[in-house]
């Protein structure tokens, strides 16, 4: 493989990662963090940065979901094809864990962008005959299993990763740890002779939130016995005073740059953080991943360039609006067949269909749109709407389960006055469809815990108007009257949400659709050009690219 050489070689920025998602076939993810990689991978391939990415093979999946007869959840592995999608480098590499010597190789993954170059995802794999059965299984299935086994992996994907890299030929300037997931990478390298203001100078952090759940703290007791006495008093030394191994602060501490992903949680980390500087750079999405075809083409024709360049969506906004609307309607009429495919129910076409696809859980309060079915249901008598929701639960989280439940509940009492429908399996085919083809993209998490949410900038690229809590990126990308709807005020109550969301779908959402569809049809081609050209990925790679990695502008 002679061009799978080529681009790791000139790789110089090695982007580290738990999840990566770059084809639906490879299930190497679980939302939106692994998502988000795979558009920066993309990205890096149109603007032809020298990137390698790195990740778990994760040959078992995350989960496969299924829905029980009284709507909870089932959670199902979900094994995939790894020889299909990737071939295997000759390298084996030794790391030792709990005592013992792992086997690591990779797996590597190519993909090319819009000007040819090209980036390789390499997929770490323990699943070798020289390890032991349990430690074969330790890149098997994605965020599974109990804590020892989450450090395990994390200490294969932090530790491996520079060696493999090396064994590859590879000389990488600097390490983007993606998440505190790759917290152990600069460790290693310090453990293996740099300095610690060397090993700092090579790595830069990414934090994806604020919230506890997602920030990974492990017991010393629990590091001692995984990565070795000798690696526990390494860490006292540089996270000195903190009780457990918070990988957040390990990266945060060994990076000589870190941000959040958009500019209200970089002020929210910068609190949690004080002693370190938190940049921001809002996420993006691969406009070109996520554009459905039809209005692809309404891209090409009046804005050419702008799959290397999203600055030329800004002649959308010149265009009439009718072009985006009927591009629009063929993802639409796609969707409503999927819809009766996958479910059996058929939505009125006349009616607008609201969409709620995220991963379930408590802080983005999947729920709130039935807090007061009884109000809905009269809302849906006097302007009917159908609502679509989709979104998986980790398996852990009790809340996100019961949420599901919940809205197949309301599903059920809403039977033959409002079609609400659950679509399982929510993932990148699925989520392509719904940002397509749906007409309002609901968002409704509790501020400041959203630290930028991305699907609605997949939304509005397509002409869906966005109705959202004032959080994360909408804060910048919403404008007022435009492209779509902000509940609430800043600093304003969260309990207000619930019935605020109500009565904006009722005096202005609904209203906008029934008795000002020339509006409609305005807001939907603004929400393409405003959101078009500073959401994609290109912007915060190029960002990236210049403030994080110090590559020369080019
Ligand atoms: C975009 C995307 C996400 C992330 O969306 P949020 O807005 O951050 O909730 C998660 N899962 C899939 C499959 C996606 O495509």
């Not at 690591?104 to 323990?126: K, N, S, Y």
């Not at 310090?190 to 920030?215: I, L």
């Amino acid at each position: 493989m002679p061009a799978v050489t080529d681009c790791l070689k000139s790789a110089s920025i090695a982007f580290v990662t738990m999840e990566i998602a770059l084809e639906p076939g490879m299930r190497c993810y679980s939302g939106g963090l692994g998502v988000l990689a795979g558009d920066y991978a993309l990205a890096a391939a149109d603007i032809g940065l020298p990137m390698v990415f790195v990740t778990l093979a994760s040959r078992e999946g995350y989960v496969r979901q299924g829905i029980d007869a009284q709507g909870h959840q089932i959670d199902v592995p979900d094994p995939w094809d790894l020889e299909k999608w990737a071939k295997p480098l000759d390298p084996v590499v030794r790391i030792v864990l709990e005592g013992r010597q792992v086997a690591v190789r990779a797996w590597v993954h190519e993909l090319q962008g819009e000007g040819g170059a090209r980036i390789p995802t390499l997929l770490l794999d323990t699943d070798l005959p020289e390890n032991s059965a349990e430690d074969r299984k330790l890149t098997g299935r994605l965020y599974g299993g109990d804590e020892r086994y989450r450090l395990l992996q994390e200490a294969v994907l932090g530790m491996a990763t520079s060696h493999i890299l090396k064994a590859l030929g590879c000389t990488i300037a600097t390490f983007h740890l993606n998440e505190g997931h790759a917290a152990l990478l600069p460790v290693e390298l310090v453990r293996k002779g740099a300095s610690v203001d060397e090993a700092r100078d090579r790595c830069v952090f990414t934090t994806h939130t604020p919230v506890a759940a997602g920030r990974d703290r492990f017991p010393l007791s629990l590091a001692e016995r995984v990565l070795g006495p000798q690696t526990r008093g390494l860490l006292e030394r540089l996270v000195p005073g903190e009780p457990e191994l918070d990988m957040t602060l390990l990266a945060l501490g060994m990076s000589r740059y870190s941000n959040a992903v958009s500019c209200r949680h970089a002020e929210t980390a910068q609190e949690m953080y004080p002693g370190v500087t938190i940049h921001a750079v809002t996420n993006g999405v691969h406009l070109g991943r996520w554009t459905a075809p039809a209005m692809a083409d309404v891209f090409d024709r009046d804005a050419p360039g702008w799959r290397t360049d999203p600055d030329c969506l800004r002649r959308i906004a010149g265009i009439e609006p009718e072009e985006v609307a009927k591009a629009h309607g063929k993802a639409r009429t796609h969707l409503i067949g999927e819809v009766e495919r996958l479910s059996g129910i058929a939505l009125d076409p006349d009616a607008p269909i609201l969409c709620y696809a995220r991963r379930m859980t408590g802080y983005k309060r999947p729920a709130l749109l039935f807090h007061d079915l009884e109000r809905l249901l009269e809302i849906a008598e006097r302007q009917p709407f159908s609502v679509l929701v989709a979104g998986k639960a980790h398996p852990k989280d009790d809340t996100g389960h019961a949420e599901i439940a919940r809205i197949h509940q309301a599903a059920r009492d809403s039977r033959g006055r409002l079609s609400v429908v659950f679509l399982p399996g929510y993932g990148l085919e699925l989520a392509a469809k719904l940002v397509a083809g749906t007409d309002v993209w609901l968002n409704v998490p509790i501020p400041p815990l959203e630290a930028s949410g991305t699907s609605g900038m997949k939304a509005a690229v397509n002409g869906v108007l966005n109705l959202s809590t004032r959080d994360g990126w909408w804060l910048e990308g919403y404008r007022e009257g435009r492209n779509g709807w902000a509940i609430g005020q800043e600093g304003g109550d969260p309990d207000e949400h619930g019935p605020l969301l109500l009565e904006m779908l009722e005096k202005q959402v609904l209203p906008e659709w029934y008795e000002h569809r020339d509006r409609w049809h305005c807001m939907m081609r603004d929400a393409v050009a405003t959101v078009g050209p500073r959401f994609s990925a290109i912007r915060p790679m190029h960002e990236y690219a210049a403030e994080a990695y110090r590559l020369p502008a080019g």
